[in-house]
């Protein structure tokens, strides 16, 4: 059974015109009818559900469909994803261990972006160490540059002054890999998007058919724990 509340509502305004209309006069100790009226049917709705939950007192607990509108749920939002780390560094929130031969001069930057974008730092260096083997002026005949192989429209779109910049490349692609990250709520998904482009994951509903992409993610994701 499922009772409009405009329903009730109705009634009650009916009821109080029915009264003032009669012209009677209400003694100052009369009960409100009005109210009385609105619990009596506010019981009658709560105990016309025979086979709701039961609270602590045993009364019908009325389902919240037909009450409440359902909660509506966008499939195209983004997941939320956390890339996990392992070991000490993991328990002391930063997960900053640099391997691939990461050159000293971009470490630190590295780890820095790691732990602004709750990243693995050797996530990233694996990541430059594919785009550019850590070339900081690289420049892909598609036009993408730096250590993070950025192509100028998602380098500016990103806030990019000066996309051959360690600091400004290596920060903005970490940024790029998170976003894709909370995209598509996959490590492998994100990789593939960041090397093929999300529309080409978006298109075959996973990691594209092309072997560069199939290789590009593979070694990366290698013997890396995430």
Do not use: C
Not at 207 to 212: G, N, S, T
């Amino acid at each position: 059974m499922y009772m409009d509340v405009r329903q009730i509502q109705a009634w009650i305004e009916w009821s109080a015109i029915r009264e003032m209309t009669a012209g009677e006069r209400k003694p100052a100790d009369a009960p409100d009818v009005s109210a009385s009226l609105f619990s009596d049917l506010l019981q009658l709705y709560l105990n016309s559900w025979g086979e709701g939950k039961k609270g602590p007192n045993g009364a019908a607990f009325p389902p919240t469909s037909g009450i409440l509108p359902p909660v509506s749920e966008n499939p195209l939002a983004p997941a939320s994803f956390s890339v996990k780390t392992g070991g000490p560094e993991a328990a002391a929130g930063t997960g900053n261990t640099v391997k691939s031969g990461a050159p000293d001069n971009i470490r630190a930057i590295i780890r820095q972006a790691a732990e602004r974008y709750q990243l693995p730092a050797e996530l990233i260096a694996r990541v430059i160490k594919q785009e550019s083997n850590f070339r900081q002026f690289a420049v892909s005949p598609a036009g993408a540059s730096g250590y993070m192989q950025l192509m100028p429209q998602t380098a500016k779109s990103l806030g990019v002054k000066n996309i051959f910049d360690p600091y400004e490349n290596i920060m903005a692609g970490s940024k790029y890999l998170r976003q894709l990250l909370d995209r598509y709520g996959s490590v492998e998904l994100a990789l593939a998007a960041y090397n093929a482009g999300p529309g080409n994951v978006d298109k075959y509903g996973g990691i594209p058919p092309f072997k560069e992409t199939v290789h590009y993610v593979r070694s990366i994701l290698k013997d890396l724990k995430v």
